[in-house]
């Protein structure tokens, strides 16, 4: 059964961008208007190419930036401009774990401070006997032995770092974990194991995720929703296994065909697109998937397709059949 917890409505991220002292500014259109609810213990995946907004989402979702437009809301409650650096709370219900294991650690800290920190931040009320004994628990929850409590990053892998790096983000007891690429960074074999952590994590907590990442066999694993982002703008969204099964939008297909399968007896036709990615501060009128579209039509030169459908839904005038 559905739970929502955070929910999204028509959000959008612009940037002005200045090119010089007497120009106009360039609108930058991030992320487009993108509506999705993430669920107690279900996962969220938003998948595309490089520069379609997935990170630009997640930093709305952190609340580490305000929606330009749009509507953002917690267990009900709406996230109001500026809430995150005001409420401590609110603050905590949503936590990050990032791309690089290597880069979110402070080399200056053991991994026991790197835990307690967000509680000494956070939790001012709760006592340093409380914080060390919560911060071994948690070390203990993503596996990790208790000796590497006073051990610094540099003496660990890297899943072992991304392990510690999961560990921080639960240290608030959030509702809500975005993953921005958590395993992109990491060896397939390491890989696999942090992915079945994250799944075992969220089977014990009840946690939200939202996961964010280019490689579909590994959302394929991990995810319950499957949102496919493009130029900013949501182009397909679905349950999992019916947007695997019958991809209707056809970069959705594109990308879909550009994964490899371990299968050797099936094969798949590899679709390629033709042309560059357009510049986000240059959005081509009409669809802006059409200029690389091999089923654009003259109304896709000229409309803006809507997401359209139930639980299925997809922007296209032409879509794939299914």
């Known amino acids: 059964m559905s739970d929502p917890i955070f929910t999204a409505e028509n959000v959008k991220q612009h940037y002005l961008i200045r090119q010089g002292m007497f120009a106009d500014p360039i609108v930058l259109r991030a992320v487009d208007g993108a509506s999705f609810v993430l669920n107690r213990g279900r996962t969220l995946a938003v998948v595309g190419e490089s520069g379609c907004g997935k990170s630009t989402l997640a930093r709305m979702v952190t609340m580490i930036e305000d929606p330009t437009e749009g509507r953002m809301t917690i267990d009900g409650?709406?996230?109001?401009?500026?809430?995150?650096?005001?409420?401590?709370?609110?603050?905590?219900?949503?936590?990050?774990?990032?791309?690089?294991?290597y880069g979110s650690l402070n080399p200056r800290q053991t991994i026991g401070k790197t835990l307690m920190e967000p509680l000494l931040i956070n939790r001012k009320d709760v006592p340093a006997q409380e914080r060390e004994r919560r911060a071994r628990e948690m070390l203990d929850l993503v596996g990790l032995r208790p000796e590497y409590f006073d051990r610094y990053p540099h003496m660990f892998s890297g899943g072992q770092r991304q392990r510690i790096a999961v560990a921080r983000a639960l240290?608030?007891?959030?509702?809500v974990l975005v993953l921005d690429e958590p395993v992109s960074a990491l060896d397939l074999s390491i890989q696999s194991q942090i992915l079945n952590l994250l799944v075992d994590l969220q089977d014990?907590?009840?946690l939200a995720y939202l996961f964010i990442s280019h490689d579909l066999s590994v959302v394929r694993h991990v995810a319950n929703e499957v949102m496919v982002m493009y130029?900013?703008?949501?182009?397909?969204?679905?349950?999992k296994d019916a947007v695997f099964a019958a991809p209707r939008h056809p970069y959705t297909k594109a990308l879909m065909s550009a994964t490899p399968t371990a299968d050797p007896s099936r094969r798949q036709e590899r679709i390629k697109l033709?042309?560059?990615?357009?510049?986000?501060?240059?959005?081509?009128?009409?669809?802006?998937f059409h200029p690389?579209?091999?089923r654009a039509s003259d109304r896709c030169r000229k409309d803006m397709?809507?997401?359209e459908g139930d639980a299925h839904r997809f922007a296209c005038f032409n879509p794939i059949e299914a």
Do not use: H
């Open 77 to 101: 409650s709406e996230i109001l401009p500026g809430a995150a650096s005001r409420d401590a709370v609110l603050r905590s219900r949503v936590q990050i774990v990032f791309q690089d294991p």
């Open 292 to 294: 690389r579209c091999w």
């Open 305 to 307: 397709p809507t997401l």
């Open 274 to 288: 033709s042309g560059e990615l357009p510049s986000p501060m240059a959005v081509p009128p009409g669809c802006p």
């Open 231 to 239: 130029l900013g703008k949501p182009v397909e969204q679905g349950p």
């Open 204 to 206: 014990r907590l009840g």
């Open 171 to 175: 240290m608030l007891d959030p509702e």
